[in-house]
């Protein structure tokens, strides 16, 4: 029975590729369609019996195709989907080694790099490379060799979809797990696309680059300086990812307590590029909350001390650490800063733990602040900046607190 089924299989397997040879893309689309209804989820072994074991010759055409259309064809969604029938397939080692001797990952990625090619697609060529990341180690590492991990960093940072972003972050996440050769590379790709402009895309960075460096033994330093940076954003939410551990703490706290005093040259540099920038330009929602006052260097400013609180609440050996940096004057500074109400309000919350955590500080405050300000402070440090005048708050901005010692955890007066 079996002999006399074969000849038929093999003569209808050579019709389809006779008929996808000759065909336009019309005819190929339409093919394509059949194939994905009729073959999704088969094991390898059930798409070699229905192709009588000449299915690598159309996996084989398929990569061909992409690789010479991608750029200018319309089904490339189709064309994706097609190739994934194979490396979805139960038991596809076979398949996975066959595309990729046909520079299969080196398309992928050159998908995703192009400019031109719609989200979806792109959603789908990063759904076939999670495939074969998930398929092993060694594959993890060709893509990675293929300088994959930066073009995957790249593609979350730009993308303008949720699903393509979300895809990348996932990709980006299995590419890291048992791949110890190459989590440098993909952390610092991560870090590279921080400045990105999408809230969303930023957000899952900063959560994909926790899950990377919860496996690496050290930061690297440079991730400092752009979480530093994306303290200016507007959203809540990646403000909120930032006060999560990054093993930088002692250039981390550095940095968050120099952020409570911008320099007059950075508010100045700052409200010179605004004023430039809004020239001829209709603003959004976002860029209207600057020209009413919130230059981002003073967003930076509140989120600054909003961090300064959380980590000084959740850790007793960080506050000292904070203190013995100065961030008691700093947070004066801020406090005394009338052109933004948040950063007073954040300002005063913050300076309002360390007191009541450490009353070695409480004298020189209160010194600061005179008796009755200080004890308005005290009972609701929230809404302090209402009662503030001019005098008050340039003796906050220009005060002179000395910085407390800090000896085996203990606080003493400078």
């Known amino acids: 029975m079996p002999t006399h089924r074969e000849p038929a299989t093999v003569g209808r397997v050579l019709s389809f590729l006779r008929d996808w040879d000759r065909g336009d893309r019309t005819v190929r689309s339409r093919m394509l369609n059949t194939f994905i209804g009729q073959n999704a989820g088969k094991t390898t072994s059930e798409l070699e019996s229905e192709f009588a074991e000449v299915s690598s010759l159309f996996l084989a055409r398929l990569t061909t195709w992409i ?48 400019t031109q090619i719609r989200e979806e ?51 980006l996440e299995s590419l890291c797990q048992g791949n110890p050769k190459h989590q440098k590379q ?37 991730i400092v300086e752009p979480l530093l940076n994306m303290l200016r954003s507007l959203h809540l939410g990646i403000q909120d990812e930032e006060l999560k551990c990054y093993d930088v703490k002692p250039l981390l706290l550095s940095g968050l307590v120099g ?12 409200q010179i590029t605004q004023e430039t920038y809004f020239v001829d330009t209709i603003p959004s929602e976002t860029e209207m909350i600057k020209m009413n006052g919130s230059l981002s260097v003073f967003v930076q400013q509140a989120a600054a001390a909003k961090a300064i609180r959380m ?80 005098a008050q708050a340039e003796i906050m901005l220009t005060n002179k607190m000395s910085i407390p010692k800090v000896l085996d955890g203990e606080i003493y007066e400078g």
């Open 259 to 270: 952020l409570l005093k911008p320099t007059k040259e950075e508010v100045k540099q700052q």
């Open 67 to 114: 690789r010479l259309t991608y750029t200018f064809g319309k089904i490339l969604g189709l064309q994706l989907s097609a190739i994934n029938i194979f490396l979805s397939a139960s038991g596809h080692n076979r398949y996975l080694s066959e595309f990729l001797q046909d520079e299969g990952v080196l398309t992928l990625l050159d998908i995703l790099s192009h």
């Open 186 to 222: 993909i952390y610092r790709s991560l870090i590279s696309v921080m400045a990105c402009n999408s809230p969303k895309a930023q957000l899952l960075i900063l959560r994909t680059l926790r899950t990377v460096q919860s496996r690496m033994k050290t930061a690297h330093h440079s």
């Open 121 to 171: 697609d792109k959603a789908e060529a990063l759904h076939l490379l999670l495939t074969i990341s998930n398929a092993g180690r060694k594959y993890k590492e060709i893509i990675c060799e293929s300088h994959g991990a930066k073009v995957v960093a790249e593609c979350l940072a730009e993308s303008c979809t949720e699903e393509t972003q979300g895809k990348a972050s996932v990709l």
């Open 311 to 390: 980590l000084a609440e959740q850790d007793q050996e960080l506050s000292c650490e904070l203190l013995a940096l100065g961030v008691s004057q700093c947070l004066l500074c801020a406090m005394g800063n009338r052109e933004h109400s948040d950063a007073q309000i954040q300002a005063s919350l913050a300076l309002k733990h360390f007191v009541c955590s450490f009353p070695v500080i409480k004298e020189d405050v209160q010194r600061v602040m005179g008796r009755t300000l200080f004890e308005a402070f005290m009972h609701n440090p929230a809404s302090l900046y209402m009662s503030l005048d001019e």
